[in-house]
């Protein structure tokens, strides 16, 4: 009898996109003492590649700070390439859309507090994300409910 091995595992990871826009320098929120506004969006985005059981998932997140004006615009598209294999049809989204993205989010993270600090800025540290949160919300507007 042979037996069921499954493997979840990450080939690569690398930053696809990279963009900071310092729009106002820091003297800006200095001077007001004011705690600027920060909404961070954040995506995941699944390919198959050509390869069988091996996929790319990037976790794109948007961040806009702002005070009266804004702050600054950072976008980020940071990928990974996983090779999943040997799990059940119906474990495979969770497992994309779940433990993919949560595996990179600590490096996006770092590079987000980086980028935002060599910018002129405090690093920025974005909270942990609850990525099964993110994915019933995803699934519940695009109208499918989980099972």
Same mark, same amino acid.
């Given at each position: 009898m042979e037996e069921n091995k499954q493997t979840l595992g990450i080939i690569a990871q690398y930053i696809k996109d990279l963009s900071? *826009?310092?729009?106002?320098?820091?003297?800006?929120m200095e001077s007001s003492g004011e705690q600027p506004q920060i909404d961070v969006?954040?995506?995941?985005?699944?390919e198959k590649m050509k390869k069988p059981? *091996?996929?790319?998932i990037s976790l794109l997140? *948007?961040?806009?700070?702002?005070?009266?004006?804004p702050l600054f615009i950072l976008e980020l598209d940071y990928?990974? *390439?996983?090779i999943i294999d040997g799990f059940p049809k119906e474990m495979m989204d969770p497992i994309l859309y779940v433990e993919c993205p949560r595996l990179l989010f600590p490096?996006?993270?770092?590079i987000i507090a980086n980028v935002v600090g060599e910018g002129g800025f405090p690093p920025l540290y974005l909270a942990p994300v609850?990525?099964?949160?993110?994915?019933?919300?995803?699934?519940?507007?695009?109208g499918q409910?989980?099972?």
């Open positions: 900071f *826009e310092n729009i106002n320098s820091i003297s800006q969006q954040l995506k995941v985005n699944i059981n *091996e996929f790319s997140t *948007e961040i806009n700070a702002k005070l009266d004006k990928a990974g *390439e996983f490096f996006a993270r770092s609850n990525f099964m949160d993110l994915y019933q919300q995803q699934m519940e507007s695009q409910t989980l099972q």
